[in-house]
């Protein structure tokens, strides 16, 4: 405790770290994804840098081809300097999208505005990380191969369960069994490519800042819900990690309404409760699928099948009372809610939408606020290419 009349002394501060200079190139290539086609003179006003330095910040991006000028919309000749419009590179570079799902990983090549170019998923052989990192290697090997014209600015990894980004690290995936596995380090030893690794609902959450929802919004919340359940919160454009890059651990919330037993030794957490492996056994005990895939049950319900649309919609009222939590926890700008059902079927969004108004102060704004994934038939590439993707727009000239 500081005594009273006690005058703080330099020697008693904190030794702050180094200030980092904010790097111009970044906000040059963001204010061009968000606004381009777009004059120079517009870049500089809504970044608020000034002319000289979006000149210099544009000609190193235009060399690293992540931006190019529009020639189409070039003014006409004679008239002094035309404004050349500039835009984000569509062709010339790309990012790898690596994701780990329980059942199988996906490989997946994006452009800088993170759309899915090519997509590969397959099956687990072993599922131990050796095994799974092999295959992922062979698999963006193959991928670059296929793609041989596109310059590949590095991959990201995506899964579920608690992971460290500043280290490349999967702490724990609890449905895996992983532990402990430095997936970033592997895969870049293994590729040769820089490699980012992250959780699917920080990955996914920076996708909807980068190229969807939450796009211009200052705080944004994402819950996914896979056979995973987790939240990623952003406040004043950063998604927070934690200092234990735990933040959003929202598995073993207690539900009502679930007799389901969890791992964790106790009953009716939101993890079993909503969880895909347990909705796609319950559907396949129903005989209304053949196959353990959610989006067979997904399709079902679309074609009018009453029990599976009975099924998703009691799981999006679960999804829905968790939302509800999360919107008064958080009052983001925008919360999206990334689940099968939800992301496909106006029912069962308009069910999430119910929860959340009657069980939230949010009320009758739950329409405005909750949002479907914006990448509602590549979730699991766009949250691998997301994770890359961000370490682009938050240092295009590589300097982390
Ligand atoms: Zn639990």
Known sequence: MIPVGHTTRRKDLPVPAPRRPPDSAAAVLHAILQHGPVARSSVARVTRLSAATVTGATAALLRQRLIREVPEAAGPPGMGRPHVPLDVEPAAVGVIGVHVAVPCTTVALLDLRGRVLDEHRAPHGERDPGSVLAALGGGIAAMRREHPRRRILGAGLATGGWVDAANGTVIEHPVLGWRDVPAGAVLAEATGLPVRVDSNSRALLRAEQLFGAAR?????????????????????????????????????????????????????????????????????????????????????????????????????????????????????????????????????????????????????????????????????????????????????????
Not at 275 to 287: F, M, Q, T
Not at 368 to 382: G, Q
């Open 216 to 400: 211009m919004r200052e705080s944004a919340a994402h819950l996914f819900v896979g056979n995973l359940v987790d939240v990623a919160f952003a406040a004043g454009g950063v998604v927070h990690e934690g200092p234990r890059s735990a933040a959003g651990a929202v598995a073993h919330l207690p539900v009502e309404g679930c007799a389901e037993a969890c791992p964790c030794g106790r009953v009716g957490c939101l993890q079993v409760a909503v969880s895909e492996r347990v909705v796609v056994r319950r559907a396949l005990a129903a005989g209304l699928i053949d196959r353990p895939e959610i989006g067979d049950l997904v399709d079902a319900a679309a074609g009018g099948r009453a029990e599976a649309v009975r099924m998703l919609r009691d799981r999006a009222r679960l999804v829905g009372r968790a939302a509800a939590l999360l919107l008064d926890l958080f009052d983001p700008e925008v919360l999206v809610v990334a689940e099968a059902g939800v992301n496909r079927l106006p029912g069962c969004l308009a069910t999430v939408r119910g929860e959340v108004a009657a069980h939230s102060s949010a009320g009758v704004d739950a329409v405005r606020i909750v949002h479907p994934s914006s990448f509602p038939d590549s979730v699991l590439a766009v949250a691998g290419g997301a994770v890359a993707l961000h370490r682009v727009y938050a240092s295009p000239l590589g300097r982390t």
